[in-house]
């Protein structure tokens, strides 16, 4: 079955640092573009950060810029995500999604998701 | 970047009626819109791409419609399942990949 699981969530302090996980099950994940996207309580959805196939090419949203740093391990078949400086505004739960096909841009296969929360 | 606007905010709809939900991009994002569903505690799910095509295993009651800056959903008989939380996403002007802020389908 071809399956995203996010883990690492949790809550921590303004300022801090956490390390999101998404481990892939099914297919290979760098033969994908990756995404991190969020949804912050009760809100709508909003696209953090991306991989190109391979780990060749990153983008990040302003919001996140040079805050997070997007990565692949291609041994263990996972997807990361090292968030610093979090801000009170990081609040959400974050998804990672898989685009099904190179340029296609749409996101078919999500994870469950893991929430994350910066709080004192 | 491209900004998304979806309406209504919320659309209450009896079970076996139609459901309309529109989606306007700022600038033209030619045929590069996808829909999705969310339900309560759950990620999304892709409905359909490419405006109009749907994703596999989408029943053919969604179908949508449009290009340019204007689009629509429509799930022509509502069934119990379908009443959820709808978004739209352009893919035409990237980074960044930007939603509209949803529409609430209810149950009238």
């Known amino acids: 079955e071809v399956q995203l699981v996010e883990s690492g969530g949790g809550l921590v302090q303004p300022g801090g640092s956490l390390r999101l996980s998404c481990a892939a099950s099914?297919?290979?994940?760098?033969?994908?573009?990756i995404y991190w996207l969020r949804q912050a309580p009760g809100k709508g959805l909003e696209w953090v950060s991306y991989?190109?196939?391979?780990?060749?090419?990153?983008y990040y949203s302003d919001s996140v810029n040079g805050r997070f740093t997007i990565s692949t391990d291609n041994t263990k078949n996972s997807l990361y995500l090292q968030m610093t400086s979090l801000r009170g505004e990081d609040t959400a739960v974050y998804y990672c999604?898989?685009?099904?096909?190179?340029?296609?841009?749409?996101?078919?296969?999500w994870g469950q998701g893991t929430m994350v929360t910066v709080s004192s | 970047e491209i900004v998304m606007t979806q309406s209504p905010d919320t659309l209450s709809v009896s079970p076996g009626q139609r459901a309309t939900l529109s989606c306007r991009a700022s600038?033209?994002?030619?045929?590069?819109l996808a829909w999705y569903q969310q339900k309560p505690g759950q990620a999304p799910r892709l409905l359909i791409y490419?405006?109009?095509t749907r994703a596999t295993g989408i029943p053919d009651r969604f179908s949508g419609s449009g290009s340019g800056t204007g689009f629509t959903l429509t799930i022509s008989s509502l069934q119990s399942e379908d009443f959820a939380i709808y978004y739209c996403q352009q893919y035409s002007n990237w980074p960044p990949w930007t939603f509209g802020q949803g529409t609430k389908v209810e149950i009238k």
């Open positions: 600038q033209s994002v030619s045929s590069k």
């Open positions: 099914g297919f290979t994940l760098s033969n994908y573009e």
């Open positions: 999604a898989r685009d099904p096909q190179l340029g296609m841009d749409v996101f078919d296969i």
């Open positions: 991989i190109g196939i391979s780990g060749s090419t990153k």
């Open positions: 490419g405006a109009s």
